[in-house]
């Protein structure tokens, strides 16, 4: 267990997420989380996630802003399942109402 992963949620809260700005202000879940290849997390508070809708122009800072992962499970509590699951792409499932691993 990291220094900040709490034994209750499973994951490290305080880490960050690189996360579509759309996130703060539409109520309907993102779309797509993704885990990056720890090669490709350099920071020690950059959790490795992407969290976005998956129709953004690109993945730089005009679409994109950290965000923690906290703060985006308490906003959107489904997360919670992918975070803890530490790895992977996910797509929302609407008819699911939660996130699937997708292939």
Known sequence: ????ESADVGYDESQHAWTSKRAFVNAAPPRV??????????EAADSGWTVGYGDEPGLG????????VGELAERFPRLEEVFRAGSGTWRWSNADDRYVSAP
């Open 33 to 42: 989380v993704s885990k990056r290849p720890p090669e490709h997390v350099t």
């Open 1 to 4: 267990m990291s220094s900040g």
């Open 61 to 68: 800072p005009d679409e994109f802003e950290w965000s923690p």
